[in-house]
């Protein structure tokens, strides 16, 4: 099955383009960037420059903007698109009481910061299809400025109202470096009970964390993301116990000019 992440690049000038946010709150941590392409064949990325807050207008100009980019994802060929709202993306900020400080619908209380994911969501559900929609969100980053206290209860909220929605998964999107904290278990059990379609889980997972957290029916998927982009028949090299390759250049997992590190790992002869 193919999934198109549809976002939207809120932080940074990147051609010019006026960056656009919840508030007008600049990234406190000045070791901020956001990837800009792969211009000179490598990941490149540029600082973030300092946003000015989203009018009701460009509120509703970015909702269609989501709806045309999931339109034209269906159209390209894509099963289904799942719409971004983790990691300090454009929705993530709504959600977060320290990067939302509006002060009209779409700021101060939970349901409040949740109002503009909702929106989108329904608009994009309502262009595509419910069955074809999906949304990522990720309840336990705290990089990028992103660390709210609120966050919890305000996923909770939005997974019952996207429950409501009938939307067809939640794709948690956990911290994936190697000592990053796992998501507690009494998170997952309440998620499990408040969303009623598929949850997936990606993050720094392996087969055997997958298999344990479908045993204990806390997800029903689990995403791989660079054992995967190391190793094109990694299910295969899963299955016969096989050695994995390893990542040999993480700039290049990005794309650039040409195949290397991208597309050349090799299958299992
Ligand atoms: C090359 C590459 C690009 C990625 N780009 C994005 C991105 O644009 N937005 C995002 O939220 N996550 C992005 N991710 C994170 C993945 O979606 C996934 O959450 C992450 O790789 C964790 O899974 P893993 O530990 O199995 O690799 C990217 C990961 C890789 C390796």
Redo the contacts with the bound molecule.
């Keep these: 099955m193919q999934l198109w ?1 549809v976002g939207r690049v809120s932080s940074s000038k990147i051609n010019g383009l006026q960056p656009l946010a919840p508030s007008a709150i600049p990234a406190a941590n000045t070791n901020v960037y956001i ?1 800009d392409g792969a211009p000179n064949n490598d990941a490149t990325f540029v600082p973030v420059e300092d946003p000015r807050e989203m009018t009701k207008e460009d509120i509703q100009q970015t909702v269609d903007d989501f709806v045309t980019g999931a339109k034209n994802a269906i159209e390209a060929g894509f099963d289904g698109v799942e719409i ?1 709202g ?2 300090g993306y454009l929705i993530d900020q709504f959600l977060r009481s320290n990067s939302n400080i509006r002060t009209d619908e779409y700021g101060g209380s939970a349901e409040n910061r949740i109002r503009f994911l909702m929106e989108v969501t329904e608009a994009v559900a309502k262009a595509v299809g419910k069955e074809k929609t999906g949304v ?1 969100l990720s309840p336990f980053i705290k990089f990028k400025d992103m660390d709210d206290p609120e966050i919890l209860e305000t996923i909770m909220l939005a997974a019952e109202k996207l429950n409501e929605l009938g939307i067809a998964y939640i794709h948690l ?1 956990e911290a ?1 470096w190697d000592d990053a904290p796992g998501i507690p278990y009494p998170f997952r059990k309440e998620l499990r009970d408040k969303f009623k379609n598929t949850i997936i889980a ?4 392996t087969p055997s964390e997958g298999e344990d957290l479908l045993e204990q029916n806390l997800v029903d998927l689990i ?5 995967f ?1 190391a190793n094109p028949d990694y299910p295969e090299r899963v299955k016969q116990n096989a050695s994995l390759n390893e990542i040999t250049d993480p700039h290049t ?2 794309g650039g000019g040409d195949a290397r590190g991208y597309t050349d790992y090799t299958f299992l002869s």
């Design positions: 992440h990837f971004h983790a990691n990522r999107c994936d990606t993050g720094n997972k995403g791989f993301g660079r054992k982009l997992l990005f």
